[in-house]
């Protein structure tokens, strides 16, 4: 009728006023038992959720190559070069999905993910890699492999509610994710230890700036020592760690969805020296800026 108000939609079927989208440019679920072909060493625009069900074989990602099993699990962030042909005589589930359908709002071109330092998204923070790789225990196997399925089975069949249960499957499989890659860093360890979530703030604050250990600690009002010593223990990682790897985030979505010259990128996440940057992009992901952004399917 004319006059009417679009009605909104789920974000599996387009945004209100939009031409609808594939499915497949919402989450996509395939396996490389039964998928397409995958053409050698290539990228993806999305990011990418790869968990090894049955077999064994190697996967490669970048110049790297690793033997892989049942309860292999990967992250990979939009353009990370990774070559799936050694899997053929495995079962492996590969999902790709809009950041949007699981809760992360693309606010002008970023990310604006729920809460900084929220566990279930630093992972996505983080650059995928072979040593990044981790693996689910055997009994949490069936429960992975079931999520998968029926993932997979809702975005197949479409029923009543496949919006709503979709994400919700794929969200459970990140948060699955995360408590892998962080065990320690659980919601009490988060109410035990605020300043992880403060420390987060502050990194996204400020990462555009030259920042050091020391800044970050008068920032949070702690030593630099101790700030440290329970980044470390919560995480895993240094604090500036995760401050290198919140510009590698952003440089890469610069990379992506810009034409931005890389020194001009350098400067806008936080490096004086474009070498300087270049030297710490390349150690991070095995090729420079420009052939990395060269890499990524248009």
């Not at 387009?14 to 499915?23: E, I, K, L, S």
């Not at 995958?38 to 625009?45: I, N, Q, R, T, V």
């Not at 049942?70 to 799936?84: K, M, N, R």
């Not at 225990?137 to 998968?148: D, E, I, K, T």
């Amino acid at each position: 009728m004319a006059g009417t108000a679009p009605a909104a939609q789920h974000p599996l079927d387009g945004r209100p006023g939009t031409p609808a989208r594939r499915r497949s440019d919402a989450i996509a679920v395939e396996t490389v038992r039964t998928g397409r072909h995958h053409p050698g060493l290539h990228s993806d625009a999305l990011p990418m959720l790869l968990y090894v069900e049955s077999g064994s074989g190697w996967y490669r990602q970048g110049d790297e190559s690793a033997k892989v099993g049942p309860g292999s699990l990967f992250f990979l962030v939009p353009g990370e070069a990774h070559d799936v042909d050694g899997l053929r005589t495995t079962l492996t589930w590969m999902v790709r999905f809009r950041p949007e359908v699981v809760g992360v709002v693309l606010d002008g071109g970023q990310a604006r993910r729920p809460a900084p330092g929220s566990p279930v998204w630093l992972r996505l923070l983080r650059p995928a890699s072979l040593h990044g790789g981790v693996m689910v225990s055997a009994p949490a196997r069936a429960r992975w492999q079931w999520h998968l399925r029926a993932l997979a089975h809702e975005l197949r069949t479409r029923p009543a509610g496949y919006g709503q249960a979709a994400p919700a499957h794929l969200t459970l499989l990140l948060v699955a994710l995360t408590r892998l890659t962080f065990p320690a860093l659980d919601g009490a360890s988060l109410r035990r230890e605020p300043l992880i979530a403060g420390l987060f703030a502050v990194i996204d604050e400020r990462y555009r700036e030259p920042l050091s250990l020391q800044d970050i600690a008068q920032e949070v009002a702690l030593s630099p020592r101790h700030l440290t010593r329970v980044t470390r223990r919560l995480t895993g990682r240094t604090v500036m760690e995760w401050v290198l790897e919140r510009r590698m985030a952003e440089a890469r979505r610069l990379l992506l969805e810009s034409a931005l010259p890389v020194e001009q990128i350098s400067r806008l996440v936080g490096y004086r020296d474009p070498g300087h940057f270049r030297r710490q992009f390349r150690r991070k992901h095995g090729v420079a800026p420009s052939q990395w952004r060269a890499n990524v399917p248009a």
